[in-house]
Antibody, heavy 121, light 111 residues
Framework: QVQLVESGGGVVQPGRSLRLSCAAS????????MFWVRQAPGKGLQWVAL????????YHTDSVKGRFTISRDNSKNTLYLQMNSLRTEDTALYYC??????????????WGQGALVTVSS | QSVLTQPPSVSGAPGQRVTISCTGI?????????VHWYQQVPGAAPKLLIY???YRPSGVPDRFSGSKSGTSASLAITGLQVEDEADYYC???????????FGTGTKVTVL
């Protein structure tokens, strides 16, 4: 069965960096676009970044552009999110999600359990 | 930030039917973009309920149904069960933001 397991979360000071990983199994990872979606404590869902199946296309939501970078290693079946210059408002549970559909029809058919990132001094 | 509007809460007795609306402006749902729905039980990750406005993934009970008309979409739950207590989110695409958007979320309570 499809499994997505995030790791790398933790407590970090504002301005510092953190890298999240998402290990995928149970499907052909290299055939699917992948997303990072976050959820601040007690709040709703917000998409963070998208990467195409082969890594050739990447897109980040405006609030993280220039600070976060999504990447993938298809040989390791792993998705990454490099987060630099972290802000307190980046505090959230970060989910990796597999995307189905295409382009503006993307939806998220499988989700990991999430990695908690807390940005605090 | 959420740009699709949902009612904060809906409730119903076991066995009843409830509906959740998801309203967006013309650059989103009204522009013809698909709407998808997710269920999030407290403490768990979201789960896909409906995709492409009205399609159910395998394993999702047919008590859940989705529809779309104009600039709004709806999720209906018929034969409400205790295990349906959760938060529900709609999701679509926003051409003005060139990004994916979620609804504000609706908490369903079974009385």
């Amino acid at each position: 069965q499809v499994q997505l397991v995030e790791s790398g979360g933790g407590v970090v000071q504002p301005g510092r960096s953190l890298r999240l990983s998402c290990a995928a199994s149970g499907f052909t990872f290299s055939s699917y676009a992948m997303f990072w979606v976050r959820q601040a404590p007690g709040k709703g869902l917000q998409w963070v970044a998208l990467i195409s199946y082969d890594g050739s296309y990447k897109y980040h939501t405006d609030s993280v552009k220039g600070r976060f970078t999504i990447s993938r290693d298809n040989s390791k079946n792993t998705l990454y999110l490099q987060m630099n210059s972290l802000r307190t408002e980046d505090t959230a549970l970060y989910y990796c999600a597999r995307a189905s559909g295409w382009g503006d029809t993307y939806y998220f058919d499988h989700w990991g359990q999430g990695a908690l990132v807390t940005v605090s001094s | 930030q959420s740009v699709l509007t949902q009612p904060p809460s809906v409730s119903g007795a076991p066995g009843q039917r409830v509906t959740i609306s998801c309203t967006g402006i013309s650059s989103k749902i009204g522009a013809g973009y698909d709407v998808h729905w997710y269920q999030q039980v407290p403490g768990a990750a979201p789960k896909l309920l409906i995709y492409g406005n009205s399609y159910r993934p395998s394993g999702v009970p047919d008590r859940f149904s989705g529809s779309k008309s104009g600039t709004s979409a709806s999720l209906a739950i018929t034969g409400l069960q205790v295990e349906d207590e959760a938060d529900y989110y709609c999701q679509s695409y926003d051409s003005s933001l060139s990004g994916y958007v979620f609804g504000t979320g609706t908490k369903v309570t079974v009385l």
